[in-house]
T-cell receptor, first 115, second 112 residues
């Protein structure tokens, strides 16, 4: 069953703690993305990676960090420096440069609540 | 110039009616225009997409109309059904970086 998995679905953390959100894909896609979605809002790009061991900042990278050590995995760490971390986080992947494809496929999302 | 402007922010349509959502862009380098559908608590899913070499693309009840000279594209949902109630996002991309530039979304409610 091919797709993108994100875990956990719901995550609760105390302010000041770092937290890592998991994203795994078995679609053999080169590119992966992290978005943040606030209630009633659109998608804002946090980080993206077009190839293993390489990633770029998106529009709202401050307070976040990522790694891309394996093609299938792109974890996102929300650090204590992120001022308003409570949001719905979406991971996506696309075939990328290898297939000249723009289509992005999304995971089910992780809802992070920080109190 | 990187923005994609989407309207309306919300839309209520009677069952069986036509739902129309519009998007406009400035950057003429965009060459791929998808529409995504998102249900509450779920990730967006690709609905339909168009490239600027065609003016219309239809898939079932969903049609994209594309006006290159006006730099506008729209999603038409024919015979709208309560199951179509969702948030719809338009987006645009260019071949140079494969990132999607997203519209702000339209919350569509289909009344039975």
């Amino acid at each position: 069953d091919g797709g993108i998995t994100q875990s956990p679905k719901y995550l609760f953390r105390k302010e000041g703690q770092n937290v890592t959100l998991s994203c795994e894909q078995n679609l053999n896609h080169d590119a992966m993305y992290w978005y943040r979605q606030d209630p009633g809002q659109g998608l804002r790009l946090i980080y993206y990676s077009q190839i293993v061991n390489d990633f770029q900042k998106g529009d709202i990278a401050e307070g976040y960090s990522v790694s891309r050590e394996k093609k299938e995995s792109f974890p996102l760490t929300v650090t204590s420096a992120q001022k308003n971390p409570t949001a719905f986080y979406l991971c996506a992947s696309s075939p990328g440069l290898a297939e000249s494809s723009y289509e992005q496929y999304f995971g089910p999302g992780t809802r992070l609540t920080v109190t | 110039q990187q923005q994609v402007k989407q309207s309306p922010q919300s839309l209520i349509v009677q069952k069986g009616g036509i739902s129309i959502i519009n998007c406009a862009y400035e950057n003429t380098a965009f060459d791929y225009f998808p529409w995504y559908q998102q249900f509450p608590g779920k990730g967006p899913a690709l609905l339909i997409a168009i490239r600027p070499d065609v003016s219309e693309k239809k898939e079932g009840r969903f049609t994209i109309s594309f006006n290159k000279s006006a730099k506008q594209f729209s999603l038409h949902i024919m015979d709208s059904q309560p199951g179509d109630s969702a948030t719809y996002f338009c987006a645009a991309s260019m071949r140079s970086n494969y990132q999607l530039i997203w519209g702000a979304g339209t919350k569509l409610i289909i009344k039975p």
